[in-house]
């Protein structure tokens, strides 16, 4: 089945770690590709989006993410964190570019420790 | 511009009651869609609508009814609710096709 995997569902830093996030998504085609952060208690919010064009592509608060076309990813990375980063991570993907279904991937609960 | 609008906010329902969760968007999109997020499944997709009078399943459907007669609102219909419905849902409005969904602030539903 076509589908958006998360590799990691908890993840625990202090404070200045760095951070990855893997995401691997299945669909054979072109991909519209997105990062979404969930912070407690409130909605989707979008920290960044590849289309097209230099892989590496950067988001809101010092996020980044790396599309690898080769291994069908597009990791999540950021230098240091901070405990405001204490979030629910969701990567997800809109297959052949032109449509509007997007696909979720399972999230992943970063806790920041202060 | 308030962006996507839902509620309410909280609800708790009886087994086969029915209810409407409501969701307008102010953003002149033609995309929609209902989501419902339960630990450790991230979201998915209930049904999705393209344009006014144009409504589709997604992955979990079953239970659930949509309509949408303007480009403005896109109610959600539980028929008979269940307490395998108890979930929070999502609506998210697209501008175009390909981009980055906005969505609303969620409704938390409880069915005992």
């Known amino acids: 089945a076509q589908s958006v995997s998360q590799h990691n569902h908890h993840v625990i830093l202090s404070e200045a770690a760095s951070l990855e996030l893997g995401c691997n998504y299945s669909y054979g085609g072109t991909v519209n590709l997105f990062w979404y952060v969930q912070y407690p208690g409130q909605h989707l919010q979008l920290l960044l989006k590849y289309f097209s064009g230099d892989p590496l592509v950067k988001g809101i608060k010092g996020f980044e993410a790396e599309f690898i076309k080769s291994k069908f990813s597009f990791n999540l990375r950021k230098p240091s964190v901070q405990w405001s980063d204490t979030a629910e991570y969701f990567c997800a993907v809109i297959k052949n570019t032109g449509g509007f279904k997007t696909i979720f991937g399972a999230g992943t609960r970063l806790f920041v420790k202060a | 511009n308030a962006g996507v609008t839902q509620t309410p906010k909280f609800q708790v329902l009886k087994t086969g009651q029915s209810m409407t969760l409501q969701c307008a968007q102010d953003m002149n999109h033609e995309y929609m869609s209902w989501y419902r997020q339960d630990p450790g499944m991230g979201l998915r997709l209930i049904h999705y609508?393209?344009?006014?009078?144009?409504?589709d399943q997604g992955e979990v459907p079953n239970g659930y009814n949509v309509s949408r007669s303007t480009t403005e609102d896109f109610p959600l219909r539980l028929l008979s609710a269940a307490p395998s419905q108890t979930s929070v849902y999502f609506c998210a409005s697209t501008q175009g096709r390909g981009t980055e969904a906005f969505f609303g602030q969620g409704t938390r539903l409880t069915v005992v």
């Open positions: 609508s393209v344009g006014a009078g144009i409504t």
